[in-house]
């Protein structure tokens, strides 16, 4: 095989070596535009996991590498004038030029051709020449460009400022610095990689930037290998107090916004794309060495592990993809977590620095248990008003009413009515989730009237014989749980005249058995399903008086709190989105005109439901579509729905037109929940994907929602919330078995609990300890740890 590497980083000389040593014979030929020594960049990061494939894949540059690594288990958040410090995490970081360097040696070891100072010939000549073409050309790849239709980038250029620099300050940790100026929020992501020298990367909100007076100061064009020495100066002028006289050191150092890369195919033919070529992270979760380094070892494995080039190219992106877009979802995260740091303002040094360490998801309250426990209790404890309490288990007040713990199982429907009558079923699941241990359970989506209905197997609450099953249901379920029951009314619009879903979550139209629909405009939800009416203005009166009078009916059949469904596409809904609502009446248009009609709703369920007693609005947050509700718009419909008495508001997403393309993951709709929260004020409810106890704690402590919705998994353990408890150890006041259930209240052992193992070693393993600061000149000895992200 004759190979063709274009690019001669970190990525692009592991892959030659790799190959290489595999495959003795193989004639590899790599370019590098650059001179062998010119320099560029500064530290890079390694998680440990990393660092086994590359101590597995070849020990020879794994030892070169250790040998110069600073090691540290630390992470320093700096934040309102004090330090937070959580343990046990587990880094490894060493000069990108260093590396370049013992990689470079090793190609030539191996007998790699290696041309430095020389741009790769033409990718299609290469095509021609070569049976395999490895393009680790970088973010900006001429070789991803050429074949644009094949790879289909996705360049998502982000929102904040930054600069790449160095410091001869050494850090003993991986150092957060966010502090707040009279421009607002700069942020530093700082760690040490020699005896020598830190990575200091500065960020900045693009507003931010304007006001600290770098646009001025970066308005003309840089010559390539050139810095911004002017910002950089003034960088250290804002960041004096945690240099401690040290300077900062460019090195082609300019303010940048990043891209976050995408490619829908990693290969063309024999052309395959590695490392930035391919796909990018955010750098507060760690470096896009490490990543093409893990590409590196992965295409060169198939290579010798399939005896075809289109069968290893394959083989490669099956394997591969789907870890980085883990890395890119975490990534995503991250970013947007320090794009909207500002929000979080109001939060003290503990809650901030448990929030930081948590922004990627990856990171959770159990996970920052067992890599430093100190840290989390003291995080708990200044949360908790002085005790160590799981945070799904703290009380809330909501209204009128005081919950017992954070958990709620979200409207759950059954689709077991006849005539909008509940039957016995959706008794027992209320009674079984209400013995679960949650501190609210709803009732689900109850229509307000016949053609309100989204299946002719759902609820309603519009005649006296639905109210009095409603409130013989309340009444068996009282007899057995003091749990407060919620109920959840609406108006399915569009969405409505449509069978029962069935696994996959969809229904269809009824057809001929179905009804008319009504909507804000007669927009068809998709091809398949009728066109709806487009509501009159008495339409709408006598919707709002549906609204209260199944209020009033909730009221009376002894629900304590009541949710209204303006979300997930149904009528009120509509109204809210421009992409559903296309009005030129009092109605559309302008954000206020399209809160009139929801506002009217909620003025005139206030009025019909007693003053003591929550109510909660759901909303969809974003419409996963392009032109519909964005962020700001979000944040005003919640502000003026609480301004109106919603006393929460349920933040789900999506739902709300059929071309929507949602970020499916987990957690995945709580950023909104914490937007909303933060920039309102407003109570809120995280809810979707949400099945672990320790996601909800994590929710819960970093302040992104005060309430957990957990549905699914309710559906899977009705006592869902009792083995929680059960799982943490948990027996306070925020949970109470039933008294018939008592013996069960502790966690069973599981197969060969009882086995004691014996003792096999004659020197125990020392165990790493949980600080562990940089300190020049120490060992670099392995830890036994995992890198956070």
């Known amino acids: 095989m004759r190979a063709a590497v274009i690019g001669g980083g970190p990525g692009g000389l592991y892959f030659a070596a790799l190959a290489k040593q595999l495959s003795p014979e193989r004639e590899i030929t790599l370019w590098e535009r650059n001179a062998r020594d010119d320099a560029f960049g500064f530290g890079v990061v390694f998680s440990d996991e990393t660092l086994d494939g590359i101590a597995q894949g070849d020990p020879e540059v794994f030892a070169a590498m250790s040998a110069e690594f600073a090691r540290w288990s630390d992470i320093d958040v700096r934040y309102a004038g004090e330090v937070r410090t959580s343990g046990g995490h587990g880094f490894a970081a060493l000069d990108r030029n260093r590396l370049r360097e013992i990689l470079q040696r090793r190609c030539a070891e191996l007998g790699v051709d290696v041309r430095y100072g020389t741009p790769a010939p033409p990718v299609g000549q290469l095509r021609a020449e070569y049976d395999l073409v490895v393009a680790a050309d970088g973010i900006r790849s001429a070789t991803r460009d050429t074949y644009r239709e094949s790879f289909l980038p996705d360049l998502d250029e982000r929102h904040c400022r930054y600069m790449w620099l160095s410091t001869d300050k050494v850090f003993e940790a991986f150092t957060f610095i966010v502090e707040q100026r009279d421009f607002g929020v700069i942020q530093v992501h700082a760690y040490p990689y020699n005896d020598h020298r830190s990575t200091f990367i500065v960020e900045l909100e693009e507003d931010a930037w304007r006001r600290a007076g770098f646009e001025a100061l970066a308005d003309r064009e840089f010559a390539r290998g050139e810095s911004d020495e002017e910002s950089v100066r003034r960088c250290e002028e804002i960041l004096a107090g945690h240099l401690d006289g040290h300077r900062l050191i460019p090195n082609a150092s300019k303010w940048i916004r990043f891209s976050t890369v995408r ?12 490392g930035d070529a391919a796909h990018t992270a955010h750098f507060s979760i760690g470096s896009g060495t490490k ?119 979200p409207p759950l429907a059954t689709y077991t009515a006849v005539d909008g009558v509940p ?7 209320l009674t079984a989730q209400t013995l679960g241990g949650a501190g609210l359970v709803f009732a689900g989506m109850t229509a307000v009237s016949p053609e309100g209905r989204a299946t002719t197997g759902c609820p309603g609450l519009w005649t006296d014989e639905q109210e009095a099953a409603w409130r013989t249901t309340v009444q068996a379920v009282r007899r057995l749980s003091g749990t407060p029951l919620g109920i959840q009314l609406t108006h399915a619009g569009r969405r409505g005249a449509t069978t029962v879903p069935g696994p996959d979550g969809i229904g269809l139209p009824l057809g001929a058995n179905g009804w008319p629909t009504l909507a804000a405009s007669p927009l068809p939800w998709d091809e398949a399903y009728p066109a709806p009416r487009e509501a009159t203005p008495a339409d709408l009166a006598a919707v709002t008086a549906s609204y209260a009078q199944a209020a009033a009916r909730a009221d009376r059949a002894g629900f304590d709190v009541l949710e209204l469904q303006f979300g997930h596409g149904h009528l009120v809904s509509g109204f809210l989105s421009p992409l559903t609502n296309h009005r030129t009446d009092a109605f559309g248009g302008t954000l206020d005109n399209r809160l009139r009609f929801p506002l009217e709703v909620l003025a005139a369920v206030r009025g019909a439901w007693p003053e003591a007693k929550p109510l909660v609005v759901r909303i969809s947050a974003s419409d996963w579509a392009e032109g519909g509700t964005t962020e700001a718009e979000a944040v005003e419909i919640c502000q003026a729905l609480a301004a109106a008495g919603a006393d929460s508001i349920d933040v789900s997403t999506g739902e709300v037109v059929a071309h929507q393309r949602p970020p499916y993951g987990r957690s995945y709709q709580t950023p909104f929940a914490d937007l909303i929260r933060n920039a309102t004020g407003v109570p809120t409810v995280a809810v979707g994907a949400i099945s672990s106890y320790d996601d909800a704690n994590s929710i819960l402590l970093a302040g992104r929602a005060d309430l957990v ?52 070693e004659l020197l125990r393993a020392r165990t790493a300890p949980v600080h562990r600061r940089w300190v020049p000149g120490t060992p670099a000895r392995p830890l036994a740890a995992t890198a956070s992200c």
């Open 709 to 760: 919705a957990v549905g699914r998994a309710h559906l899977y353990d009705p006592l869902w919330t009792l083995h929680a408890a059960a799982e943490q150890g948990y027996t306070g006041p925020g949970v109470s078995w039933p008294a018939p259930w008592q013996p069960g209240s502790r966690k069973p052992p599981g197969p060969r609990a009882d086995r004691v193992p014996p003792r096999l």
């Open 423 to 429: 039957d016995a079923f959706p008794r027992a699941q």
């Open 291 to 409: 990543l093409a380094m893990e590409d590196a070892l992965a295409l060169a494995a198939s290579l010798h592990e399939h005896p075809t080039v289109p069968g290893a190219l394959a083989a490669y992106e099956a394997e591969r993809r789907p870890a980085v877009e883990s890395v890119q979802r975490a990534a995503q995260a991250s970013l947007e977590w320090f794009e909207t740091i500002g929000r979080y303002r109001g939060q003290g040094p503990d809650q901030f620095a448990f929030n930081l360490l948590t922004r990627s998801r990856r990171v959770t309250y159990d996970n920052l248990r067992a890599r430093d426990a100190e840290f989390l209790d003291a995080v708990d404890t200044a949360l908790g008003e002085g005790e160590i309490v799981p945070p799904m288990f703290r009380p809330i007040r909501l209204g009128g009413l005081t919950l017992r713990n954070r958990i709620v199982v």
């Open 263 to 274: 490619t829908a195919s990693w290969s063309h033919g024999n052309v395959v794309l590695l």
